[in-house]
């Protein structure tokens, strides 16, 4: 018997826990000539904002040792032209779509783009990205736990759609921020997104991305996430879609093990475009050889006892 894969959150009936990040998928319609998109749990978005943004100066992305800095700075076609442009495409592929969605430095434009999006039929869940570490602010709004409660709960007063929180891992304790969303109404959370780093081309002595400093995604920033998905997982009853550095089925199943319910799919997809049809399967494999007959079985089912 095939294990079951399906997963619940908030009013999202996903067919499978796999995931694609936001920002490293772009629409969707990128990636169709890889994949048969439907095979996927859910598509996240890039993020989008009320008005239209052409992002950050170049250079914007660069490698570094086990993972990339980048820094897009949220560049996207504002909620208008998304609409028009990007929804119609969505909407052909038979998948739940999820909504990234942000605002630079005023939380009403958060409210006006989620209060809009509610409307729309095909829209199933948002995920507000409170985290990005590539825009010039002082503060981030996931960097403070009232922050992150007065602004989710006045996005859950404009929608009944599922609403997922996206925190971000430049703090000292996530455990609180993920507190704040849940008691503001979050369905539930999504973590990590990048860390801020630098690098620098010692010959020029200049940066490597013209705004100094970026997020850092890959490999390198799993065992980090692993171990924010699993804090979060003990203080938390909303569900956690975990994210960072996931490669391959190996690294994806760590993830469930810590407490996450679903998982996305970041940078790997840059490399290797099939990466996520790919973990599906071993994901099935791996449940199958160990006799689970569900993924609930599997999330938090981490043996740490001496
Ligand atoms: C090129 C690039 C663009 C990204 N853009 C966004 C974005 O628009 N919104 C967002 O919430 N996260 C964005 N992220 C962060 C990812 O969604 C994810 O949280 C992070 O990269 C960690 O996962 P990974 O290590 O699997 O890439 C971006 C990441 C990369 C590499």
Same mark, same amino acid.
């Given at each position: 018997?095939?294990?079951?894969l399906s997963v619940t959150i908030g009013k999202l009936k996903l067919k499978n826990p796999i995931l694609v990040a936001s920002?490293t998928f772009g629409y969707g319609e990128e990636f169709k000539d890889f994949l048969d998109l439907s095979k996927l749990g859910a598509i996240v978005t890039k ?9 950050? @100066? ?24 998304f609409?028009?442009?990007k929804l119609p495409i969505l909407k052909k592929i038979d998948v739940p779509i999820i909504i990234s ?16 999006l509610?409307?729309v039929k095909e829209v199933q869940a948002l995920e ?16 403070? @736990? ?15 759609k599922t609403?997922i929180?996206?925190?971000? @891992? ?71 879609i ?20 679903a998982i996305s799919v970041?940078?790997?997809n840059?490399?290797?475009p099939k990466v996520t049809v790919e973990i599906i399967d071993?994901l ?23």
């Amino acid at each position: 018997m095939q294990p079951n894969l399906s997963v619940t959150i908030g009013k999202l009936k996903l067919k499978n826990p796999i995931l694609v990040a936001s920002g490293t998928f772009g629409y969707g319609e990128e990636f169709k000539d890889f994949l048969d998109l439907s095979k996927l749990g859910a598509i996240v978005t890039k993020t989008i904002t009320l008005n239209p943004r052409q992002g950050n @100066p170049a250079p914007r992305t660069c490698e570094t040792p086990a993972g990339m800095l980048n820094s897009i700075g949220l560049e996207n076609p504002g909620l208008e032209a998304f609409i028009a442009e990007k929804l119609p495409i969505l909407k052909k592929i038979d998948v739940p779509i999820i909504i990234s969605i942000a605002s630079l430095d005023n939380p009403e434009e958060f409210i006006a783009v989620a209060r809009h999006l509610d409307k729309v039929k095909e829209v199933q869940a948002l995920e507000l990205n409170i985290s990005c570490p590539n825009i010039q602010h002082t503060r981030l709004i996931s960097q403070d @736990p009232k922050s992150t409660y007065n602004l989710v709960s006045r996005v859950r007063k404009v929608t009944r759609k599922t609403l997922i929180t996206k925190l971000s @891992p430049n703090v000292t304790d996530i455990t609180e921020i993920a507190k704040a969303a849940q008691a503001a109404g979050s369905d539930a959370v999504s973590l990590i997104n990048t860390l801020t780093g630098m690098s620098i081309d010692t010959e020029t002595k200049r940066p490597k991305i013209a705004t100094l400093t970026a997020g850092l995604s890959g490999p390198a920033i799993r065992p980090l996430a692993v171990r924010m998905v699993w804090e979060v997982y003990q203080k938390i009853k909303i569900p956690i879609i975990g994210m960072g550095g996931i490669m391959d089925t190996s690294s994806a199943l760590e993830f469930f093990i810590v407490g996450a319910t679903a998982i996305s799919v970041g940078t790997a997809n840059f490399i290797n475009p099939k990466v996520t049809v790919e973990i599906i399967d071993g994901l099935k494999k791996y449940l199958l050889r160990n006799k689970i007959n569900s993924i609930y079985k599997l999330i938090g089912s981490l043996e740490c006892k001496k």
